[in-house]
């Protein structure tokens, strides 16, 4: 009996995934909670795993393909038996109907192998020029699967053509050299897209700009780094102070930490700080929940742990809703300076850059300090300019002088 392989709920307001990539071939055995395919949706990346053993007959949604909630996107036999090592899988004719069923590019049971061949080993042929006769079907029932498809083409382009007529070589022209590649906005880009505009169309953003100087904080970190690490197992990093910063700024200005409700403005007493993170899918911010009763070593492992498992699209979606402040680090790849967006319905986003050393006066003598630009971007229906101000002197404070976050002054 052929098991259809359904795009299944994702969360509130997801009605759309993209195809990512997978895991398995049509014609391989697969085991029941096995990872199949993984999703893509505008949140984060969703591993789907078989819900029966059986071989793989059909991919009906290749990988970059959109589709919905609910639409099949391939079919497993479940009456396959796993195979030998090193056998190819047999499959009876029932797979053979559900591949009829639901590929409805193969053809019904043709000799011909152009009626054989399934639509992954279809696409590369296609793609390459090369005949379906020249690919040999080595899948359940003489089908040509998609690394058959892969070895024609190779085998194509490896076989010399006959007695080549030397021909000089022109020189490549200007019109040659402009290529272009037509690439759909994933999910993820899609919804960037979209808030970021509506935060622009519906917020009324300012962003007010300060400096601080890294000196404690950087002697801070070189003083105690191996007895940090020896004791958590994590290195001590800008971040943490920032986070532990902007708590003690958040509390102090309530306001920054708010969000507008209608004609209501809505205080928050918690600090579920979100941290922009760089991924396999892009910019991603997932939250420190509660970040007012975290340690600096636990602030560390959450983030070092985001980091890593957003690069494998590891990150759940609980962990990237809600948020009532958000921290982003341009530093990181150089930037010097920028104007960071409100993630609605946030009230506030505090931008870090590169540090860099420049001269300062200090006591009315000119010296070289390392130096970071800070800037708030916040809601100016919710936020004054007042009150910005004096979030972001307090943030300077803390870090010039961050014996001041353990002693709570």
Not at 303 to 313: E, L, P, S, T
């Given at each position: 009996?052929?098991?259809?392989?359904?795009?299944?709920?994702?969360?509130?307001s997801?009605?759309?995934?993209?195809?990512?990539?997978?895991?398995k071939?049509?014609?391989?055995?697969?085991?029941?909670d096995?990872?199949?395919?993984?999703?893509?949706?505008?949140?984060?990346?969703?591993?789907?795993?078989?819900?029966v053993?059986g071989?793989?007959?059909?991919i009906?949604?290749?990988?970059?393909?959109?589709?919905?909630?609910?639409?099949v996107?391939g079919v497993?036999?479940?009456?396959?038996?796993?195979?030998?090592?090193?056998?190819?899988?047999?499959?009876p004719?029932?797979?053979v109907?559900?591949?009829?069923?639901?590929?409805?590019?193969a053809?019904?049971?043709s000799?011909?192998?152009a009626?054989?061949?399934?639509?992954s080993?279809?696409?590369?042929?296609?793609?390459?020029g090369?005949?379906?006769?020249?690919a040999?079907?080595t899948g359940?029932?003489?089908?040509v699967?998609?690394?058959?498809?892969?070895?024609?083409v190779?085998?194509?382009?490896?076989?010399?053509?006959?007695e080549?007529?030397?021909?000089?070589?022109?020189?490549p022209?200007?019109?040659?050299?402009r290529?272009?590649?037509?690439?759909?906005?994933s999910?993820?880009?899609?919804?960037?897209?979209?808030?970021?505009?509506?935060?622009q169309?519906?917020?009324?953003?300012?962003?007010?700009?300060?400096?601080?100087?890294?000196?404690?904080?950087?002697?801070?970190?070189?003083r105690y780094?191996?007895l940090?690490?020896?004791?958590?197992g994590?290195?001590?990093?800008?971040?943490s102070?920032f986070?532990?910063?902007?708590?003690?700024?958040?509390?102090?200005?309530?306001?920054?930490?708010?969000?507008?409700?209608g004609?209501?403005?809505v205080?928050r007493?918690?600090?579920?700080?979100?941290?922009?993170?760089?991924?396999g899918r892009?910019?991603?911010v997932?939250?420190l929940?509660n970040?007012?009763?975290?340690?600096?070593?636990?602030?560390e492992?959450?983030?070092?742990?985001?980091?890593?498992r957003?690069?494998?699209?590891?990150i759940?979606?609980?962990?990237?809703?809600?948020?009532?402040?958000?921290?982003?680090n341009?530093g990181?790849?150089?930037?010097?300076?920028?104007t960071?967006?409100?993630?609605?319905?946030?009230?506030?986003?505090?931008?870090?850059?590169?540090i860099?050393?420049?001269?300062v006066?200090?006591?009315?003598?000119?010296?070289?300090?390392?130096?970071?630009?800070?800037?708030?971007?916040?809601?100016?229906?919710?936020?004054?300019?007042r009150?910005a101000?004096?979030?972001?002197?307090?943030?300077k404070?803390?870090?010039?002088?961050?014996e001041?976050?353990?002693?709570?002054?």
């Amino acid at each position: 009996m052929s098991v259809d392989l359904r795009v299944p709920e994702a969360g509130e307001s997801i009605a759309e995934v993209r195809i990512g990539a997978w895991h398995k071939s049509e014609g391989e055995y697969v085991n029941a909670d096995e990872v199949v395919v993984e999703l893509e949706t505008d949140k984060a990346a969703i591993e789907l795993p078989a819900p029966v053993s059986g071989i793989l007959v059909s991919i009906v949604r290749p990988e970059g393909a959109g589709a919905a909630v609910g639409d099949v996107i391939g079919v497993i036999d479940e009456h396959s038996t796993e195979p030998v090592a090193g056998a190819k899988p047999s499959k009876p004719e029932a797979s053979v109907a559900a591949v009829e069923t639901h590929a409805p590019e193969a053809a019904e049971t043709s000799p011909d192998p152009a009626q054989r061949v399934m639509p992954s080993a279809k696409r590369v042929l296609g793609e390459a020029g090369v005949e379906a006769a020249a690919a040999k079907g080595t899948g359940p029932g003489g089908r040509v699967l998609k690394e058959d498809a892969i070895r024609a083409v190779e085998s194509a382009h490896a076989e010399p053509s006959p007695e080549p007529t030397p021909q000089p070589s022109p020189e490549p022209t200007a019109s040659a050299l402009r290529e272009e590649e037509i690439v759909p906005m994933s999910p993820l880009r899609k919804v960037i897209a979209r808030n970021l505009v509506a935060a622009q169309q519906s917020a009324a953003l300012l962003t007010t700009f300060n400096e601080v100087d890294m000196s404690a904080v950087i002697e801070l970190r070189k003083r105690y780094k191996d007895l940090f690490l020896e004791r958590h197992g994590i290195k001590l990093g800008f971040m943490s102070f920032f986070v532990k910063a902007a708590v003690d700024a958040l509390q102090t200005v309530p306001v920054v930490n708010a969000r507008l409700d209608g004609t209501q403005v809505v205080y928050r007493k918690y600090q579920d700080i979100g941290i922009a993170v760089g991924g396999g899918r892009g910019l991603v911010v997932p939250v420190l929940r509660n970040a007012e009763s975290m340690s600096f070593a636990s602030i560390e492992l959450a983030i070092a742990d985001f980091a890593k498992r957003a690069i494998q699209n590891k990150i759940g979606l609980a962990e990237l809703q809600g948020g009532t402040f958000t921290i982003s680090n341009g530093g990181i790849y150089g930037s010097m300076m920028s104007t960071p967006i409100v993630n609605p319905p946030q009230s506030g986003i505090l931008g870090m850059h590169a540090i860099q050393d420049r001269p300062v006066a200090i006591d009315g003598q000119v010296v070289v300090r390392p130096m970071m630009y800070l800037a708030l971007t916040y809601d100016h229906r919710v936020v004054d300019g007042r009150e910005a101000v004096t979030f972001l002197r307090r943030i300077k404070g803390l870090v010039e002088h961050p014996e001041r976050i353990w002693l709570q002054l």
